[in-house]
């Protein structure tokens, strides 16, 4: 098992930043991949930005060149850093992990809001 706890999240004015932080505990030795998704009121969740345990990244086109993912090296912990918010950012953003044999963890969620 692994459990996930999200933090970072809060209000923050278009244009500004934040940086959401996801600890992984349990089982993290079997943890290949971990990512960001959010779900915004009356939407389908969404995935943000994906990394693999050996570095390899993706992103959803909205937020290339505006967000980084990142993992600690000990895979105890994946860091979103979110630059020039948009309003339509707003959400709240799920931490997930992913097993060597697929199982799929998720975090409990952190609200982020961009006021215009």
């Known amino acids: 098992q692994v459990q996930l706890v999200e933090s970072g999240g809060g209000l923050v004015q278009a244009g500004g930043s934040l940086r959401l932080s996801c600890a992984a505990s349990?089982?993290?030795?079997?943890?290949?991949?971990m990512g960001w998704y959010r779900q915004a009121p009356g939407n389908q969740r969404e995935q943000v930005a994906t990394?693999?345990?050996?570095?390899?990244?993706n992103y959803v086109d909205g937020v290339k060149g505006r967000f980084t993912i990142s993992m600690a090296n000990a895979k105890n912990a994946v860091y979103l850093q979110m630059n020039s918010l948009k309003p339509e950012d707003t959400a709240i953003y799920y931490c997930?992990?992913?097993?060597?044999?697929?199982?799929?963890?998720w975090g409990q969620g952190t609200q982020v809001t961009v006021s215009s």
């Open positions: 997930k992990a992913r097993s060597l044999w697929n199982n799929e963890y």
């Open positions: 349990g089982s993290i030795f079997r943890i290949i991949a």
């Open positions: 990394i693999t345990s050996d570095g390899n990244t």
